[in-house]
């Protein structure tokens, strides 16, 4: 089974703070994302990557930065965390050509993050 | 920019049959995905729908509409363990997968 691992279920911050939420993926999958879910909201995309150094901004990359230097592992960095990114954090992998013409992600846990 | 719709809220039960609507305007539209979602869990993938017509995979069938901008999730037979969340998603050759917000269905004995 594909396993993505997020490295913290709960976060407590305070605001300035920098965050690293870690993602690691087992099934050697090209691409990587990271969503944030938010109630009445649904998941929306923040960034992914589709190779190793390679990043995309997604739909609301404002506030955050990620980093890929291994395959296997995707993070994502609030540089000065904020109120309004508190959210729950969603990190996904998928093969490439499967993942982008499918649409199947597989997703990890999630990461709930509350800023204070 | 992408932009689906879905309903919030679905109650039915056991035994019955559910269908969850999406509509979606998405530009470079690829295909249509269908995810679930139980309390504190991860989405989990369930279908997709590359092309016009319906896939059947054991009690849930999806169908999609390109000329319409239109697609469904049939849930059959309906268990109390489908009460969940359900996602439509929709894929862009801009290789970005949007999600709707969700439709909660609960399932009554």
């Known amino acids: 089974d594909v396993k993505v691992t997020q490295s913290s279920r709960y976060l407590v911050k305070r605001t300035g703070e920098k965050v690293f939420l870690e993602c690691v993926q087992d099934?050697?999958?090209?691409?990587m994302f990271w969503y944030r879910q938010d109630p009445g909201l649904g998941l929306r995309l923040i960034y992914f990557?589709?190779?190793?150094?390679?990043?995309e901004k997604g739909d609301i990359p404002e506030g955050y930065s990620v980093s890929r230097e291994k395959k296997e592992r995707f993070s994502l960095i609030l540089e000065s965390a904020s109120t309004n990114q508190t959210s729950m954090y969603l990190c996904?992998?998928?093969?490439?050509?499967?993942?982008?013409?499918?649409?199947?992600?597989?997703f990890g846990e999630g990461s709930r993050l509350t800023v204070l | 920019g992408q932009s689906l719709e879905q309903p919030s809220e679905v109650t039915a039960v056991e035994g019955a049959i559910v269908q969850i609507n999406c509509t979606y305007q998405?530009?470079?539209?690829?295909?249509l995905s269908w995810y679930q979602q139980h309390d504190g869990g991860a989405p989990t993938f369930l279908s997709y729908?590359?092309?016009?017509g319906l896939e059947e995979t054991g009690r849930f069938s999806s169908f999609l509409s390109r000329s319409d901008s239109y697609g469904y999730l049939l849930l059959q037979e309906l268990q109390m363990k489908d009460s969940a969340s359900y996602f439509c998603?929709?894929?862009?050759?801009?290789?970005?997968?949007?999600f709707g917000a969700g439709t909660t269905v609960t399932v009554r004995a």
């Open positions: 996904a992998s998928s093969p490439r050509d499967r993942g982008w013409i499918t649409g199947e992600l597989f």
């Open positions: 099934m050697d999958h090209e691409n």
């Open positions: 990557s589709y190779d190793v150094k390679m990043k």
């Open positions: 998405t530009s470079g539209f690829y295909g």
């Open positions: 729908n590359g092309l016009d």
């Open positions: 998603a929709a894929g862009s050759n801009d290789y970005k997968l949007s």
